[in-house]
């Protein structure tokens, strides 16, 4: 992508023109030199600043929100409600002792952390949080988002095998069986998005849409509605997540592949699950629910840019919620049924989805495909209205008394 | 830079391959082998090949390589080598006296070849488009011969792994 | 979205391959069902017999099609109808075969009839990604066929010996196609006849092309790439060796005369002399080792790699004559090649393979139509008149002559002496040896003895009336 360095650099490409122009303070550097280093920079800048919050912030979302379904408080002593937890954790782990394993392999027990940090980090690369506010919108950033999460088995499993620990290495054996497993009925599942759009590009995907729920591709056509739920929940698996977490399953196996890790190490694949979490979030809302896609309320370009980065942290994080909320709900599976899940279930369906997808564009006029589309919504919009009323009829029906439940987010 | 950077990418390809044959873990050698194709995508990448540097990494990096990686690590194959005593550096001197041959005949081979200038790649070169006319067009049979190859693999590899189905008379 | 303009495309050019490919897979789906191994079968037997008849129409045919990569013309029919009727052949010996040997047999006769489709890719490949998509979807069919006897030892070392020696072998064609790529600009075998005239990087070409004959080589199991043949043929079950030792052999050639006289005809000078050695070596080493065996089995491989130096002989000498010697030769050995591995698989049964000479001695009176079939197999591998082995390697020799190479008709004709004296003391163990005492009964082989019987009377048709069959072979040969 560095050959191709006029469109990768985006708005960055003024400031190294000028910084290597004649007059430039920077004349005597090479221009590619310039651009290499700037995008490095902006790279540790978007890390630090971006990625790393939204990580730990999604850490500290997800203890308050498991404490409330358990009835409990949740961390709620650092900064208003908690909030800076997350940084009090972050600063606390970064000053532990730094431990490896004496019989463990001491490069590849160090190295392994960061191959799982890098794979969550460079997906942010391509997420498009608004119309312009995209780092990269490379032609094939599906593609490149499946690539580099590619990385992430190869440092659980680097971490399993370094650790010299039985149940690191099964930790980290099952991880790559599930996240390998897994991959196939996720990547079938982009692909019929990819068929209706006929792009690999974010960006394209998302203006494909619109910001009606009935432009989005989830109510696009029953396969396209079922292709969302198989990829939300292989992409479940793929991180780990509960109720697919058995490579980290704390009653057989100590903490899986992570067992040995300490401080910062440890913390570092914490952070990779949390980041994760928000990228599939993330994903999910580019491919199948609108993205950015706003109602065309302001003109304002900065309002416009805040209006849609805000609209897609929404999308977004209702999906990590949801994560949470299944993570709270959901017993463990057990490894076969893991497996039996993904083969002979998940990866029909999704292969049906795709061979759906297509005869469907060819089948089925716009003008249906409108209606089709708007009576989905509906009977989408009716299926959570039915759900709250199940739950308020149960809630009702257990008799609690108003001190037993309340709705105010904090307590 | 173009060429400097993939000089270096070149050499540290070279120089993970190498890691690849002579170390004597198996499972740091299948890491390397890792690396190499990591190494070998961004060559794709400074061709210009985007789509297949990214195919490159998901199929080769991610899928086939994890499963190396898990076989090596579930029959826990520590530095073995099977060959012992002077037979072993007997068949290695044999391997290098070879391999050196052969990589300075090639060298020989390279040099005599001209290679032309590529020029600069029109606008889309790469991209999951042009692989998808090309792989449509120009290679529509062997792609789909492909479907076969591959069915025939998943079949085979069921038939030698599927529990035996009924008694033997044996 | 643009519209993709995909190239034209002419269905009957497919037709073969698409047949055998949906039996395939109409095969795997059945074997789920169906539990009786002799339905299969017949199925099979159907499924091939339709496609052979359906390929025999488009006899006269000419096309080439999916931009230039796919050829339909009489070599390729000829190579089709080989393969198909070596696949029937191959076939009713497996209905009797698998009897017993828990090899499930939808996954059996599916695989087989993929490797005949990767066969018939092979045959009428004119690109080189095509040839090598042909040779791998053969390869890894068979492979995994050697291993199909999952109960028996040596079926699993076969299998494994075989992949692993073919993947490397599949390493040295991919690089040697890149090579040539890397020289010439193309795929396409007409493309690269118009280049290698005049490509700047002749030495990379020349060194692509010893890659391919390397690869071919480890296919057709020609000396020194033969390494695996014994060991893989002995071990893998009977029926599948038979189809390794003709089908598989006589895909490696096809792919082989294509690619090398159409594709690289330009370079004849250069690799004739690679495959003069070659050749001679094949001969020799196949011919004095075959001397040394006491398993029929493991003899009958080191005779079909002596009988692939014959027909490297035959490529040797190139040319009109040498082509349609080449193809001549292979379908006589097909029905003789078959018919004596038939003969082995019926004396085996499961758990007594019956391999070795010794438990030879006195079938021919045993079993006299096993015996004088054996003969008329054993009588034509050597090469006596008027059985199909003479005429085939009479316009063999006779070609190398005609070329100039009288030192290495010279050898065949020395190597046929001596291999003379392996296939005799089969008939000496036949006949001349006195047996055990009959013990038991024999088993029924209506299937396999048809098999056999089939493969001697057109052994010895093809001997007695060459001319037509010569007539065939040239016909083929110069279609390409």
């Avoid at chain 1, 404490?67 to 650092?78: D, L, T």
């Avoid at chain 1, 972050?90 to 794979?119: C, H, T």
């Avoid at chain 1, 990269?136 to 010299?164: C, P």
């Avoid at chain 3, 393969?83 to 996954?107: C, H, K, N, Q, R």
């Amino acid at each position: 992508m560095l050959a191709d360095r006029d469109s990768s650099l985006g708005p960055m490409k003024d400031l190294v023109l000028y910084l290597t122009d004649v007059a430039g303070p920077l004349r005597f550097a090479p221009y590619e030199l310039v651009a290499m280093v700037a995008m490095l920079l902006f790279g540790a800048v978007v890390v630090f600043g971006f990625v790393l919050p939204v990580a730990g912030i999604t850490s500290w979302l997800e203890r308050r929100v498991w404490a409330r379904i358990q009835s409990r408080v949740g961390p709620n002593r650092v900064g208003p409600q908690g909030f800076l937890q997350w940084l009090a954790d972050g600063l606390k782990n970064l000053m532990k002792e730094d431990i490896i394993p004496s019989a463990a392999d001491p490069w590849l027990f160090a190295l392994a952390p960061y191959l799982v940090v890098i794979g969550f980090v460079a997906t942010f690369a391509v997420v498009p949080f608004g119309d312009v506010l995209v780092i990269a919108d490379l032609d094939i950033g599906i593609l490149y988002i499946t690539a580099v999460t590619g990385l992430v088995v190869v440092g659980v499993l680097m971490a399993g095998w370094a650790s010299n620990n039985k149940w690191s290495l099964l930790g980290g054996i099952r991880s790559a069986a599930q996240i390998v497993s897994y991959e196939i009925p996720a990547g079938l599942s982009i692909f019929p998005v990819v068929l209706l759009t006929g792009t690999l590009s974010m960006q394209e995907i998302i203006r494909a849409q619109g910001w009606a729920p009935w432009h989005w591709f989830l109510f696009h056509d029953p396969f396209t509605f079922a292709a969302f739920f198989v990829f939300f929940v292989a992409a479940l698996a793929e991180g780990n997540r509960t109720p697919f977490d058995l490579p980290e399953a704390e009653s057989e196996l100590v903490a899986g592949f992570c067992t040995e890790y300490s401080g910062m190490r440890y913390l570092l694949f914490f952070l990779a699950e949390w980041g994760n979490l928000y990228v599939i979030g993330a994903i999910v809302t580019t491919l199948f629910l609108g993205g950015w896609q706003v109602p065309p309320v302001t003109e304002h370009p900065v309002a416009l840019a805040v209006f849609q980065l805000a609209t897609f942290f929404a999308k977004a994080y209702f999906f990590v919620f949801v994560a949470m909320w299944v993570r709270a709900t959901l017993p463990r599976v057990r490894v076969d049924q893991l497996m039996i899940l993904c083969w002979k279930y998940m990866v029909p369906i999704a292969l049906v989805n795709v061979v759906g997808t297509a005869i469907w564009m060819v089948v089925v006029p716009t003008s249906l495909g409108r209606v089709v589309a708007i009576a989905m919504t509906i009977g989408g919009a009716a299926l959570v209205v039915i759900f709250f009323r199940r739950v308020r009829f149960h809630l009702r029906r257990a008799r609690l008394g108003p001190a037993d439940y309340y709705y105010s987010p904090f307590i | 830079m173009g060429a400097a950077l993939f000089l270096l990418v070149a050499a540290l390809t070279v120089v993970a391959a190498l890691g690849v044959i002579l170390h004597p873990n198996p499972v740091k050698s299948a890491l390397f082998l890792v690396v190499t194709l990591f190494l070998l995508a961004a060559v794709f990448v400074l061709l210009e090949a985007h789509m297949i540097a990214a195919l490159q990494i998901i199929v080769y990096a991610g899928a086939i390589m994890v499963l190396f990686l898990f076989v090596i690590m579930l029959l826990n194959l520590r530095n073995d080598d099977p060959e012992r005593g002077r037979r072993r550096y007997v068949l290695r001197g044999l391997a290098w006296i070879g391999g050196v041959a052969l990589a300075i005949e090639l060298a020989l081979l390279v040099r005599g070849a001209s290679v032309g200038s590529a020029g600069s790649a029109p606008a889309g070169y790469g991209g999951a488009a042009a692989v998808a006319r090309s792989l449509y067009t120009d290679f529509l049979l062997p792609f789909e011969l492909t479907s076969i190859l591959l069915l025939a693999a998943v079949v085979g590899a069921v038939v030698l792994a599927q529990k035996q189905r009924r008694p033997t008379l044996s | 979205m643009e519209q993709l303009l995909l190239p034209a495309i002419d269905w009957l050019a497919v037709l073969p391959v698409g047949l055998t490919s949906i039996l395939g897979l109409v095969l795997l789906a059945l074997g789920l069902f169906v539990d009786d191994d002799e339905t299969l079968g017949w199925i099979t037997l159907i499924g091939l017999a339709v496609t052979a008849v359906a390929t025999a129409c488009l006899a006269g045919q000419k096309s080439i099609t999916f931009n230039g990569t796919f050829a339909l013309d009489a070599y390729a029919l000829f190579f089709d109808l080989l393969f198909l009727v070596a696949g029937i052949v191959v076939v009713l010996m497996s209905m009797t075969y698998l009897e017993g040997t828990g090899i499930p047999s939808g996954d059996y006769y599916g695989l087989l009839a993929f490797a005949i489709a990767g066969m018939i890719v092979m045959a009428s490949a004119t690109d080189l990604i095509v040839v090598f998509l042909g040779l791998e979807i053969m390869s890894i069919s068979v492979y995994v066929l050697a291993g199909a006897w999952r109960t028996q030892l040596r079926s699993n070392e076969a299998a494994m010996k075989y992949f692993l020696l073919g993947a490397f072998a599949t390493g040295f064609l991919l690089y040697g196609i890149a090579l040539v790529y890397g020289a010439t600009g193309a795929f396409r075998l007409d493309r690269i006849a118009t280049a290698v005239g005049d490509t700047p990087n002749r030495t990379m070409l020349i060194a692509g092309v010893a890659m391919l004959i390397i690869a071919f080589g480890f296919k057709v199991a020609a000396v020194p790439f033969h390494m695996w043949t014994p060991d893989v043929y002995e071990g893998a079950p009977t029926t599948v060796t038979a189809l390794m030792a003709v089908a598989v052999k006589a895909a490696g050639f096809a792919a082989f005369v294509r690619v090398f006289l159409h594709g690289f005809g330009g370079l004849h000078a250069d690799w004739s002399m690679l495959l003069w050695v070659i050749a001679a070596l094949t001969m020799t080493v196949g011919n004095v080792l075959a001397l040394a065996q006491r398993n029929v089995k493991r003899m009958l491989a080191y005779s079909s790699i002596a009988h692939a130096g014959y027909i490297l002989v035959a490529l040797v000498a190139s040319g009109a004559a040498g082509g349609t010697a080449a193809l001549f030769y292979l379908l006589v050995y097909s029905f003789m090649t078959l018919g004596a591995f038939g003969v082995v698989a019926a004396l085996g049964s499961v758990g007594e393979p019956n391999e070795t000479l010794d438990d030879y001695a006195g079938i021919g009176f045993r079993r006299p139509l096993l015996g004088v079939t054996m003969t008329i197999f054993m009588l034509s591998l050597t090469g006596i008149p008027p059985l199909a082995g003479f005429a085939g390697k009479f316009y063999v020799f006779t070609a190398a002559i005609r070329e100039g190479y009288y030192v290495l008709a010279v050898i065949g004709v020395l190597n046929s002496a001596i291999s003379s004296a392996y296939y005799v003391r089969v008939l000496i163990a036949m006949y001349l040896t006195p047996g055990a005492e009959e013990h038991g009964r024999v088993a029924r082989q209506p299937y396999l003895l048809t098999s056999i019987v089939v493969s001697a009377v057109m052994t010895v048709v093809v001997g007695v009336f060459p001319a037509l069959w010569m007539q065939l072979a040239r016909f083929g040969f110069l279609s390409l």
